[in-house]
């Protein structure tokens, strides 16, 4: 959907389309398993465990990082990346929301 049309919606439609796109790929939700299975933040050794190209890694974390499923840190010439837990929880909640919505069999389809 082009973003022209994205005013149509609440800020909070939007919000979550932004970060259930992010997830949206193959590689980034191996990467946000990654993170989670680890518990804690990781450093540089992406590459090793997805067997993607560096630079493809990085790219994945930059959607990650902007739709803010993920926070980094730079620390020398390293940047951490690690779960934003804030984020997470409202992504949780409002997917729960959305999924648990009862829905009516018809019979028109």
């Not at 398993?33 to 890694?57: F, M």
């Not at 499923?69 to 949780?92: P, Q, R, T």
Request: hydrophobic residues 40%; charged residues 15%; glycine residues 6%.
């Amino acid at each position: 959907m082009g973003t022209t049309k994205s005013y149509f919606f609440s800020n909070e439609i939007n919000h979550l389309s932004n970060l259930f796109r992010a997830l949206g790929h193959p590689a980034r939700i191996a990467i946000v398993q990654h993170l989670i299975d680890q518990k804690t933040c990781i450093c540089n050794d992406l590459v090793e465990e997805l067997g993607l190209a560096q630079a493809t890694i990085s790219q994945h974390l930059k959607a990650l990082k902007d739709a803010g499923i993920i926070k980094g840190n730079i620390e020398g010439k390293s940047i951490c990346y690690c779960i934003d837990e804030n984020n997470w929880a409202h992504m949780e909640a409002h997917f729960h929301a959305f999924i648990g919505q009862k829905v009516q069999a018809n019979s028109c389809c």
